[in-house]
């Protein structure tokens, strides 16, 4: 019974998002603010972007990855394309990163955050202080650049699209910091979505819930803990442009990701199940 129910849910999503009225054509021209766009789903996002014709201002961490990646984007065929490097730690960053978009672009139609700080796997709680760190970069900064930026997309009826992870919705072992901040997420651009309903602004939010990622680093600092296997970057990518361009609620990569947050609130057994399949508990345990 349980198969056929999982199986029927599969088709419903697949046929879902088979159908997402996709045109290319309007993104070109789009101003797009992006960051975490130096490595990763990151770094494919600005190249899809580029080559479907968008305006481009790219952050990140580290400036000489993002001259390569800025480089790259112009060979694309990306019109404008500008970079600054910033540190999202620092609670002074967002507001020079959203001026220097609006200052280049004149206004922004997306948003779309994507950067990231992560604690090291394995790790059943960091300290303190880590998790302030974690909750800097990976929530209050996204708190800080939507509010900056709201104002612009609001005139635009532009689109705030938000990368986000699995644990963000469902809770696991051996992440408790990075899965908090990722929860504040979701709860904080789910309730924004709500206000902006109810003002009548007409800004749409994208929730993005993405699996590992399919880069070196991600792979080397899962190794043991998890028996997932990477999306690759380029389609995580891609499904996150077409559903921010369709201003579509949520994203799913793989699609299968839906079927586990569907799992959290009911039919406990089955999702214990998943995530057992997902991560080595019992290696975890012992790291």
């Given at each position: 019974?349980?198969?056929l129910?999982?199986t029927?849910?599969?088709?419903?999503?697949?046929?879902?998002?088979?159908?997402?009225n996709?045109?290319?054509?309007?993104?070109?021209?789009?101003?797009?603010?992006?960051?975490?766009?130096?490595a990763?789903?990151?770094?494919?996002?600005?190249?899809?972007y580029?080559?479907?014709?968008?305006?481009?201002?790219?952050?990140?961490?580290?400036?000489?990855?993002?001259?390569?990646?800025?480089?790259?984007?112009?060979?694309?065929?990306?019109?404008?394309?500008?970079?600054i490097?910033?540190d999202?730690?620092?609670?002074?960053?967002?507001?020079?990163?959203?001026?220097?978009a609006?200052?280049?672009?004149?206004?922004?139609?997306?948003?779309?955050?994507n950067?990231?700080?992560?604690?090291?796997?394995?790790?059943?709680?960091?300290?303190?202080?880590?998790?302030?760190w974690?909750?800097?970069?990976?929530?209050?900064?996204?708190?800080?650049?939507?509010?900056?930026?709201?104002?612009?997309?609001?005139?635009?009826?532009?689109?705030?699209?938000?990368?986000?992870?699995?644990?963000?919705?469902v809770p696991?072992?051996?992440?408790?910091?990075?899965?908090?901040?990722?929860?504040?997420?979701?709860?904080?651009?789910?309730?924004?979505r709500?206000e902006?309903?109810?003002?009548?602004?007409n800004?749409?939010?994208?929730?993005?819930?993405?699996?590992?990622?399919d880069?070196a680093?991600?792979?080397?600092?899962?190794?043991g803990?998890?028996?997932?296997?990477?999306?690759p970057g380029p389609?995580?990518?891609?499904?996150?442009?077409?559903?921010?361009?369709?201003?579509?609620?949520?994203?799913?990569?793989?699609?299968?990701?839906?079927?586990?947050?569907?799992?959290?609130?009911?039919?406990?057994?089955?999702?214990a199940?998943f995530?057992r399949?997902e991560?080595?508990?019992?290696?975890?345990?012992?790291?």
């Amino acid at each position: 019974m349980k198969v056929l129910l999982l199986t029927g849910l599969g088709a419903l999503f697949f046929s879902y998002y088979w159908d997402d009225n996709f045109d290319p054509a309007s993104l070109q021209g789009a101003r797009v603010l992006l960051t975490g766009a130096s490595a990763g789903v990151g770094e494919d996002l600005a190249y899809h972007y580029a080559r479907l014709g968008s305006h481009l201002v790219l952050t990140a961490h580290t400036e000489a990855l993002l001259q390569k990646v800025v480089g790259n984007c112009r060979k694309l065929g990306a019109p404008k394309v500008f970079y600054i490097a910033a540190d999202m730690a620092s609670p002074e960053v967002p507001e020079r990163v959203v001026q220097f978009a609006l200052d280049k672009l004149g206004g922004l139609d997306y948003l779309v955050l994507n950067h990231l700080g992560a604690n090291p796997a394995g790790t059943r709680s960091g300290s303190v202080q880590a998790t302030r760190w974690l909750m800097q970069v990976n929530f209050l900064s996204y708190v800080q650049l939507t509010s900056l930026a709201l104002p612009s997309l609001t005139d635009s009826k532009g689109s705030l699209v938000v990368v986000s992870s699995l644990l963000g919705h469902v809770p696991t072992s051996f992440s408790s910091p990075y899965s908090a901040a990722k929860f504040a997420l979701d709860g904080f651009f789910g309730s924004l979505r709500r206000e902006l309903d109810v003002q009548d602004v007409n800004v749409a939010i994208t929730m993005c819930v993405l699996g590992l990622r399919d880069r070196a680093s991600t792979a080397e600092g899962v190794r043991g803990i998890t028996r997932a296997k990477a999306a690759p970057g380029p389609k995580a990518a891609l499904a996150v442009i077409r559903g921010g361009a369709t201003r579509a609620p949520g994203v799913f990569y793989p699609w299968r990701l839906h079927l586990l947050c569907l799992l959290r609130g009911w039919l406990p057994h089955p999702r214990a199940w998943f995530v057992r399949q997902e991560f080595n508990v019992t290696a975890a345990a012992a790291a």
